[in-house]
């Protein structure tokens, strides 16, 4: 789910970043996928996912190439614009490609809302 702040943000990043992707606004899943290239594989890696939810808390996963990764944990911080967000740390522990795809895949109960505002990794 998304409001229109979101999708002004999609597509301004789609604009910017081709391999940058969103699926299923206002819909009862809805994913992001965010492709990347770099000049040498990792042994693992580290993704975070920053979003906010009103309603029930929302089911995220992270597909990492063709692994399929549970939140390790989930942090609740305040930006710096007041909201209070939400963190999920994904962890890779295998062998990372040199270009790659992470999807966060959500799922909002009825009744819910999700907004993801940040999808970043590093490799290790």
């Known amino acids: 789910h998304a409001d229109g702040s979101e999708q002004d943000l999609a597509a301004a990043l789609?604009?910017?970043?081709?391999f940058f992707k969103v699926?299923?606004?206002?819909?009862?899943s809805a994913s992001v996928s965010y492709g990347y290239q770099t000049e040498e594989a990792?042994?693992?890696?580290?993704a975070l996912v920053r979003y906010s939810y009103a309603g029930k808390a929302p089911k995220?996963?992270?597909t990492w190439g063709s692994?399929?990764?549970?939140?390790?944990?989930?942090r609740t911080f305040t930006d710096e614009q007041g909201r209070t967000m939400r963190e999920a740390e994904f962890r890779r522990?295998?062998?990372?490609q040199t270009?790659?795809?992470l999807?966060?895949?959500?799922?909002?109960?009825?009744?819910?809302?999700v907004s993801i505002y940040q999808l970043g990794a590093v490799l290790i």
């Open 103 to 113: 999807k966060v895949s959500c799922t909002c109960p009825a009744g819910s809302d």
């Open 93 to 96: 522990n295998t062998t990372v």
């Open 60 to 62: 995220l996963e992270l």
């Open 99 to 101: 270009s790659s795809t």
């Open 23 to 28: 699926t299923g606004y206002q819909t009862a």
């Open 42 to 46: 990792g042994k693992g890696g580290l």
């Open 67 to 74: 692994s399929l990764i549970s939140p390790r944990r989930i």
């Open 14 to 18: 789609r604009q910017s970043d081709a």
